[in-house]
């Protein structure tokens, strides 16, 4: 498969400490296994890569996949907390619906729980990069700070 980034989604990969080949691996599990999730028109996809969950937002464009972002947390995902309501997105995987939820995440030996998307059947979780990229961010911040 080819892979397309702009230069802006190259910018925020840069800033973000992550790699085109990290991406490149989340889109290539995604494919081969069908564990991602579309709202029709795009896929999220993640991959544990190291100490990293790492994220790829992406399109596909006949044997392109055109990445829309990149992004990761540091926090594991353990289990579903609560499910509210149907979202746009479906788990490609079962072709059941995802539903917005709290999942418990844990990093440094705190749990909290979060927003996410939730597939209740698989117990599986997504985290949007709205909350990746500020409050998780911030959050693995504080925590590494006062360990320090």
């Known amino acids: 498969m080819e892979y397309v980034f702009s230069d802006a989604v190259k910018e925020v990969l840069a800033k973000r400490g992550l ?17 991602k999730i579309t709202d029709g028109k795009r896929f999220i ?11 790829a937002d992406y399109s596909v464009d006949g044997g392109k996949a055109v990445v829309n972002a990149g992004y990761a947390h540091r926090m594991k995902i353990l289990d579903i907390v609560l499910e509210t309501e149907d979202s746009e997105w479906t788990y490609v995987k079962t072709g059941a619906m995802i539903r917005k939820g709290h999942t418990n995440l844990t990093f440094m030996g705190a749990t909290r729980s979060g927003p996410s998307l ?3 059947a698989s117990g599986e979780s997504w985290i949007e990069e709205y909350l990746a990229a500020s409050a998780l961010a911030a959050a ?4 590494e700070q006062k360990r320090a």
């Open 19 to 35: 790699k085109e080949d990290d991406v490149k691996a989340v889109i290539d599990y995604a494919e081969s296994s069908k564990d």
């Open 118 to 120: 939730v597939e209740p």
């Open 45 to 55: 996809a993640k991959k544990v890569i190291g100490d990293l969950t790492v994220y």
């Open 140 to 143: 693995e911040g504080l925590f």
